[in-house]
Nanobody, 115 residues
């Protein structure tokens, strides 16, 4: 089974930055798609950004250019650079990967943006 380990979450003031990392292990095959989702308190989970193995990316509209997703295929790791963070970005961020037709999810990492 593929296991995902997220890191980089924490507490930051508005306008600050964080860099999330998600390392996948145990995959016998290349990871087709890697991405980040988030769930804010009292809200449904939503896509933040995703990236395929050939580099195609998808971003949520609410990012307004503040976040950047990238991946290192050799390390099976995906990153999310989060800049100009706002209180509305407070959520648990989950890593998601697709290997062939199977979805895998991380445990989530908390991001808190407050004054």
């Amino acid at each position: 089974q593929v296991q995902l380990v997220e890191s980089g979450g924490g507490s930051v003031q508005p306008g600050g930055s964080l860099r999330l990392s998600c390392a996948a292990s145990g995959s016998r095959f290349s990871i087709n798609r890697m991405g980040w989702y988030r769930r804010a308190p009292g809200k449904q989970r939503e896509l933040v950004a995703s990236i395929t193995e050939d580099g195609s990316t998808v971003y949520a509209d609410f990012l307004k250019g503040r976040f950047t997703i990238s991946r290192d295929n050799a390390k099976n790791t995906v990153y999310l650079q989060m800049n100009s963070l706002k209180p509305e970005d407070t959520a648990v961020y989950y890593c998601n990967v697709i290997v062939r037709v199977t979805d895998y999810w991380g445990q989530g990492t908390q991001v808190t943006v407050s004054s």
